[in-house]
């Protein structure tokens, strides 16, 4: 897999012969970094459902909080992976760093409003 996504562009001609081994090596780095950071958000969905499963005496009815939290799993492995996928095939190390960089802020925002939503 690391070959087809991440070479996969050596192998198809895509990427010019006088690239560095830099982005062989971002390509690398910022998919793992991003799984690294996107993991906390993926697990509590599946913690949420736990509990809702465990407790589910506490719940008028099921439906709706088993229903939104799958959602939301759905919704963050879609991103994660579409984001993993997209910076496979981006072959410019000024292009990768940019935007795995606006990548990150969006997601640290993200989180911060969502922290301040539950506060308020």
Sequence with gaps: ???YFF???YYKGTVPANKSVGILILKFVC???LH???QP???DPILRLQYIISHQEQFEQ???P??????KLIAELGI???LIVSMAYWNDELWLTMCFTALMVIKALTNHTSQLSIIH
């Design 31 to 33: 998919p793992i970094t």
């Design 36 to 38: 690294l950071m996107m």
């Design 80 to 82: 994660e992976l579409s």
């Design 1 to 3: 897999m690391f070959r």
């Design 66 to 71: 088993v229903l939104l939290q799958w959602m």
């Design 41 to 43: 958000i993926i697990h």
């Design 7 to 9: 070479l996969g562009g």
């Design 62 to 64: 099921l439906f709706i």
